[in-house]
């Protein structure tokens, strides 16, 4: 079918003399072909308007320095993981006790968890509870080490933390990590009302946290009141505009076709990469309690966070978004006393305290 139309403004006046003509007479879907679009290199700027300690955030090099490896044995992640935790575990002892948040070891459901707990709660957040569960795409946090998110929530929430050590690939592929967090949901409920739980979760956490919340409505179970996910990992695929757009600019991340491509397959198994419980973003979003998302403009998976606001829209469930200004995947968590770190959390505690009951 062909198409033609003339493009001019609606109102003359001295600069609308020259008129913008779309030439599109020819147009088909038979003889257009709708391919790659061809970018010439560029060099893209620190933006003014942020922090100077967010602007520093961004104008870092590559902090992954195996971003684009592709570990070759099991052997080879487990290596890479150990040493992620010795240093990481480090830093969070350190973290803690500057904020003034202690931690505790349990067990809940039959699974590994840590509670963390601020010095001080405020009267309504008494009985409340933020479930967690970390990022690391599903191959890094174990222990201790994937509560860097749970204690900021913790300290400038003001609120109890319960952060899930789920098990992960390789050892545990698909859906080991999900029935975890739904059994240890299943012991959350023994001693909490589902009107004053929340989940949260960053990156693979958050498409965790996702993919529980549908198995949960799939199976007629209590939903939390709230949900607030930072940057999920909902599309193991690897589609999503902003994975070639962003691609290099992300300075976490970089690249689908690095490590994280192999860590999608190797958390996956023998799971097809489309299957909701893997990709949530395939999934039901019907019954999902109010769902906060955030994520930044130049993040990789940005488009897998528009997505999932998208679907849950379409779904007729709330679902606000925070985009912030150049921040590559799960940034803010890089520096925890920068400007942004702090307005990020006063939005999720925002948001928080707005659905979960007294």
Known sequence: MKISMTCFTSRPSAMTAILISCS???????????GPRDVPARIIPTPEGLSKAGRALIAQPFWLAFWNEHPASADVWKAY??????QIEVVLADLRESLGVTMKQVEMGGVNAYILTPETIPAAHEGQLIVNA????YVFGSGASGT????????????????????????APYPAALDDDA???????EHHEPEQVAFTGTSAGGALIVAMTQRLVAEGLPVPAAVAVNTPWVDLTGSGDSLSVNEGVDNVLVSYDGFLSDAARIYAGDTALTVPGVSPIYGNFAGFPPTLLITGTRDLLLSDTVRTQRALRQAGVEANIQIFEAFSHEQYLFDPVAPET??????????LDAHLAP
């Open 134 to 137: 970390h990022g690391g795409a």
């Open 342 to 351: 702090l307005e990020i959390f006063a939005e999720i505690t925002g948001f």
């Open 183 to 189: 059994a240890a949901w299943e012991a959350v409920l």
């Open 81 to 86: 993981e150990a040493g992620s935790v010795e």
């Open 24 to 34: 599109a007479s020819t147009l088909s879907a038979q003889e257009t072909d709708i």
């Open 148 to 171: 860097f998110e749970a204690t900021l929530m913790a300290a400038y929430g003001g609120y109890r933390v319960l952060a899930f050590d789920y098990s992960m690939a390789p050892e």
